[in-house]
Each structure stands twice: as structure tokens, then as C-alpha cells.
């Protein structure tokens, strides 16, 4: 569908192809500015399960399990390696394979990623038992929000990334609107999260993500 714009105010760059398409900003989203980097919601919050191995020994399991900000998909996997008078000590391995520091039994385990306790049963633990804590990824609402640099919920992924075309209030309600998917954008006049900038520069990453969806910004417009 063919559409006029209007550059006075706007940070696309007169005479460059624009591409657009039509988003639903998420209610509680607030006042967005006109040219407010936005992002979509693609991830909601993680779920996980605990699943003690069949084969274990001991039958205690884990109680106070929060998933930390930095919490990775897939399986966290405690396996006892150590039993001693008054100690049983868990090694801990991430997803991606890390060891992290081990868990004792009985004492509340906290780090970035994933907070737990191992909770003792009536029959002990023995080296080689396993615990699993497995996080799975769940859908998000597929709307758009005021983009956070490093957000978990896929809205500050690059490929999810838009400028809006004008102002909105989703103060309430969620709002349907217009906003740019392509095009060269006067980076002065975008208005971004003061998360996207370190030491008063805009990060690089970016400038550098948006350049490979063919979202171009330029820091050498001229003022109109």
C-alpha cells in the first residue's frame, strides 16, 4: 500500500527507500515518542521442571528454585560427587556446559543464572545421583515495546527491531500503528534507551546489528 511520508521531525533520511509495515504496540508500553526504537516481545518467561534421575539413590529433591537474569535454556544438571560427616556436595553444570561453583545439600545456592536448594529426603544421597533442572522457552505476545539493550524477551534481538513512524500511548491499552522495517535513519534524531548507549556514545553493536536488517544509521545527516 502506498504511503506519503512526512520528514519534517522524522529521522528517516530523505531520498532513501523506505520499507514499513503495521505493529500492535503491548498495553503498559507508555508514551512512545515518534521515532522511538521499538522491539518485539518474541520470548515470554521461561518455565522449568526438577527431575530427580530414576536411578538415584537418595530421594531428596530442591525447593526454592528462581530463575536468575541470566538463566540459559536447556538443562542444569546437579549430580553428587561428594559425601562426607556433615557434607554432601553437588557439582553443577550449565547448559552450555559450564561448571559453576557446586551446591552443598541443605544450603540455599545462589548465582546469576539459577538460584535452588537441594533439599535432603530420608534416604541419603550418593555420589553419581543426579538432579535435573530443565528450562524451556515459552512464546511471547508477538507486540512491541520500547527496545532495552541486552532484554531477554527477543525485543532487543536485531531482526525484531523497528523505529516508530509517529507517536503513540499505550499507556492502557495496546495501539496499532506504523512503524519503519528498512530504510537510513539520521541516528541523532532516533531516540533510543539509555541502555543502548556507553559513556554517552551509541554502542557500536548496535549500529552494526541494525546495518545487517538493512536498518542503516548514519551520524553524519546534516540538520535540516
Not at 30 to 37: D, H
Not at 170 to 197: H, M, Q, W
Request: net charge negative; proline share 3%.
Amino acid at each position: 500500500m502506498a504511503m506519503t511520508f512526512e520528514y519534517k521531525n522524522s529521522c528517516a533520511v530523505a531520498g532513501y527507500p523506505l520499507r514499513t509495515e503495521t505493529a500492535k504496540i503491548m498495553s503498559g508500553a507508555g508514551i512512545l515518542e515518534k521515532n522511538t526504537l521499538i522491539g518485539k516481545v518474541t520470548r515470554g518467561e521461561p518455565t522449568f521442571s526438577v527431575v530427580p534421575a530414576e536411578a538415584n539413590t537418595g530421594d531428596g529433591t530442591l525447593s526454592d528454585v528462581v530463575l536468575g537474569s541470566f538463566n540459559l535454556i536447556g538443562e542444569y544438571v546437579l549430580e553428587c560427587v561428594t559425601v562426607t560427616e556433615g557434607a554432601t556436595t553437588f557439582q553443577v553444570l550449565s547448559p552450555n556446559g559450564f561448571v559453576m561453583p557446586n551446591a552443598l545439600v541443605g544450603v540455599l545456592y545462589e548465582n546469576p543464572q539459577i538460584s535452588f536448594k537441594i533439599v535432603a529426603g530420608e534416604k541419603a544421597f550418593v555420589a553419581g545421583d543426579k538432579i535435573t533442572i530443565n528450562i524451556q522457552e515459552t512464546a511471547g505476545s508477538g507486540e512491541y515495546k520500547k527496545a532495552v539493550f541486552g532484554a531477554k524477551d527477543g525485543s532487543a534481538d536485531y531482526e525484531n527491531l523497528r523505529i516508530l513512524l509517529s507517536k503513540v500511548d499505550a499507556t492502557t491499552a495496546a495501539v496499532n500503528c506504523n512503524v519503519y522495517i528498512e530504510g537510513v535513519f539520521d541516528l541523532k534524531r532516533v531516540v533510543l534507551d539509555t541502555s543502548f548507549f556507553n559513556d554517552g556514545i551509541v554502542r557500536d553493536e548496535l549500529i552494526n546489528g541494525l546495518r545487517s536488517y538493512n536498518i542503516l544509521l548514519r551520524n553524519d545527516v546534516g540538520e535540516a
